[in-house]
């Protein structure tokens, strides 16, 4: 039986909705790495380097219901799964991207070393 919360999230605003979306340690990094296409579960595992299984698992599933990624199920053999980011998906790489510049710009005035390069957007430090 799937766990059912005792009480709805009250969201008040579009960004809180938002934010819920896209939000936490994962579904960012998640679709940035979706957005050059359609990944395997181990492809994913291996860009994401330190998550753990249940935390992949458990914030693809509510990617899934959020319909950010979309979930393909191959009957080949051996059996695969793809991961692919949904129109719905898709649409938040450019905000990611944007904050992605815009962190850029701005923990390097808090660190004295700057980030590197995000690999999967626009930011060029």
């Given at each position: 039986?799937?766990?059912?919360?005792?009480?709805?999230?009250?969201?008040?605003?579009?960004?809180?909705?938002?934010?819920?979306?896209?939000?936490?340690?994962?579904?960012?990094?998640?679709?940035?790495?979706?957005?050059?296409?359609p990944l395997?579960?181990?492809?994913?595992?291996?860009?994401?380097?330190?998550?753990?299984?249940?935390?992949?698992?458990?914030?693809?599933?509510?990617?899934?219901?959020?319909?950010?990624?979309?979930?393909?199920?191959?009957?080949?053999?051996?059996?695969?799964?793809?991961?692919?980011?949904?129109?719905?998906?898709?649409?938040?790489?450019?905000?990611?991207?944007?904050?992605?510049?815009?962190?850029?710009?701005?923990?390097?005035?808090?660190?004295?070393?700057?980030?590197?390069?995000?690999?999967?957007c626009d930011?060029?430090?």
């Open positions: 039986m799937a766990y059912k919360r005792k009480l709805e999230k009250d969201i008040r605003c579009p960004l809180e909705y938002g934010m819920d979306l896209i939000g936490g340690r994962w579904k960012s990094r998640i679709i940035c790495v979706l957005a050059d296409g395997r579960y181990s492809q994913l595992r291996e860009e994401l380097v330190d998550i753990t299984d249940t935390a992949l698992a458990a914030a693809l599933r509510e990617m899934q219901a959020s319909k950010l990624v979309s979930r393909q199920q191959y009957e080949a053999i051996p059996p695969h799964v793809e991961y692919e980011l949904t129109e719905k998906g898709a649409s938040v790489v450019p905000l990611l991207q944007a904050i992605c510049t815009w962190s850029g710009m701005y923990y390097r005035n808090v660190e004295e070393s700057a980030l590197h390069k995000c690999q999967k930011f060029h430090g």
